[in-house]
């Protein structure tokens, strides 16, 4: 993969068929991402067998639009990715979780992660979220991203996950309203 910055990047939602054809591009990043010791829910060592599995086991939330996965296609293919997981939940339809947001390690530090991120809320909105939430490992440069990017932090869980070789660290949580909006606050009882 080559360094680009976000304007040489093509962000688009990948459909069904593209998301079965670009598993194995998936699974690069997703490798590049645990390898670079990214905390995105693996351990190492993960190669990029294990990664199309786990890619492929997404085809069936891919396929029924419960999962949207966005690849960010630059000079070296596929060097950035989210995904959004809508909540089918009567209760809950009015948000969604962003996963997965990884930018390969020889494109960062040109503003793709910023760019991702604002389609990632843009396309949250779109699809009629107005709440959508996150988790991250707790001082990664991930974290920092989403601060500056006006995410609301509403706790740490200490311990919450291993990072790639194993150790465990705290995950930090945020929030963004997608309204603009304040929320109302909670009836005094």
Request: proline content about 7%; hydrophobic content about 40%; glycine content about 8%.
């Given at each position: 993969?080559?360094?680009?910055?976000?304007?040489?990047?093509?962000?688009?939602?990948?459909?069904?068929?593209?998301?079965r054809?670009?598993?194995?591009?998936l699974?690069?990043l997703l490798a590049d991402?645990?390898?670079?010791?990214?905390?995105?829910?693996?351990?190492?060592?993960?190669?990029?067998?294990?990664?199309?599995a786990?890619?492929?086991?997404q085809?069936?939330?891919?396929?029924?639009?419960?999962l949207?996965?966005?690849?960010?296609?630059?000079?070296g293919?596929?060097?950035?990715t989210?995904?959004?997981?809508?909540?089918?939940k009567?209760?809950s339809?009015?948000r969604?979780e962003?996963?997965?947001?990884?930018?390969?390690?020889?494109?960062?530090g040109?503003?793709?992660?910023?760019?991702?991120l604002?389609?990632?809320?843009?396309?949250?909105?779109r699809?009629?979220?107005?709440?959508?939430l996150l988790?991250?490992?707790?001082?990664?440069?991930a974290e920092?991203?989403?601060?500056a990017?006006?995410w609301?932090?509403?706790g740490?869980?200490?311990?919450?996950?291993?990072?790639p070789?194993?150790?465990?660290?705290?995950?930090s949580?945020y929030?963004k309203?997608?309204?603009g909006?304040?929320p109302?606050?909670?009836?005094?009882?």
């Open positions: 993969m080559t360094s680009a910055d976000s304007r040489t990047h093509s962000i688009t939602a990948l459909s069904a068929e593209q998301f054809d670009d598993v194995q591009d699974a690069a991402a645990v390898d670079g010791n990214t905390s995105v829910g693996f351990l190492a060592p993960f190669g990029r067998d294990e990664a199309a786990w890619w492929a086991a085809q069936p939330a891919v396929d029924d639009g419960s949207t996965v966005w690849a960010a296609r630059g000079p293919g596929i060097e950035g989210f995904a959004l997981a809508l909540n089918p009567p209760n339809r009015h969604a962003l996963i997965k947001l990884m930018v390969h390690r020889a494109a960062r040109r503003g793709l992660g910023r760019a991702l604002a389609t990632a809320e843009r396309e949250a909105a699809a009629g979220a107005t709440l959508l988790d991250t490992e707790t001082d990664s440069p920092h991203l989403y601060r990017a006006g609301t932090h509403y740490t869980v200490p311990g919450y996950a291993a990072d070789a194993g150790t465990l660290r705290p995950c949580f929030f309203n997608l309204t909006r304040a109302a606050p909670p009836p005094i009882r």
